[in-house]
């Protein structure tokens, strides 16, 4: 054995073999890497745990909504979408009910206090804000400190992973389960959209009978979610 270990022969394996184990080692740190930069926001629970929700008692449905503005909770995302103009908005739908709710017409509606009214942005809708940062800058009353993207992707690699992962699905909500998702409102140039502001959501179905709409007040928010603008 031993003069195997001093062959040419044996050798070339040994390294061959030191190389293979080294390059697995590699792709594993890799891959674990990659899965803590994934987008992982805490997991949803039952809409009623949230102050901002509404129930349907006879229909045994719950929406809730929770604003991700402040700071920590911000911090789950990669990127900035406040920077942008972006209200990230997570909408939890439970149903205890024993059919599943269908989403495909769902409407929702942000509705300010000003009565200013807004829908969802599309994936498209922030993609072409991320790649355009100035417009956001341009129609705030604050300035904003947006880097202003150079590459051949403006949007870049982490938005394009991060924002589809993100949005709300309208897919059915099973029987006794809880779906969660995002929804980015553009509030670019509006000087408060949350204060007094409300949540309506429409056009779900159980079956095909379609639920009353829902009607969530948006939650008091943070005190740092809107600075004050400095003078």
């Known amino acids: 054995m031993s003069g195997c270990e001093n062959s040419p022969s044996c050798r070339i394996i040994s390294l061959v073999k030191t190389r293979h184990i080294a390059a697995v080692v590699l792709l594993a740190a890799a891959l674990v890497f990659s899965r803590d930069k994934a987008f992982n926001p805490p997991p949803a629970g039952a809409a ?31 990127v900035k979408y406040k920077d942008y103009g972006f209200l990230p908005v997570r909408l939890i739908i439970t149903n205890d009910a024993n059919q599943p709710l269908m989403l495909d017409s769902m409407k929702v509606e942000l509705v300010t206090g000003d009565r200013v009214k807004l829908q969802p942005s599309t994936r498209d809708d922030i993609f072409r804000r991320l790649s355009r940062p100035e417009k956001a800058a341009s129609s ?17 690699k982490v938005a394009r992973d991060e924002v589809p992962l993100a949005m709300f699905s309208n897919v059915p909500v099973t029987p ?14 509006l000087e408060d959209a949350e204060t007094g502001a409300h949540l309506y959501v429409s056009g779900i179905k159980a079956g095909t009978q379609e639920l009353f709409y829902f009607d969530i007040p948006m939650p008091a928010k943070s005190p740092e979610a809107n600075p004050a603008p400095t003078k």
Request: aromatic share 10%; glycine share 4%; proline share 11%.
């Open 48 to 78: 009623t745990s949230y102050p901002a929700h509404e129930t349907h008692d006879e229909e045994k449905v719950t929406i809730a909504i929770d604003p991700f503005t402040s700071a920590d909770k911000a911090a789950v995302f990669r």
């Open 140 to 156: 705030s009353k604050v300035p904003l400190p947006i880097p202003l993207p150079h590459d051949k992707d403006p949007v870049g």
């Open 176 to 189: 006794h389960s809880t779906n969660a998702g995002f929804l980015f409102f553009d509030v670019a140039g």
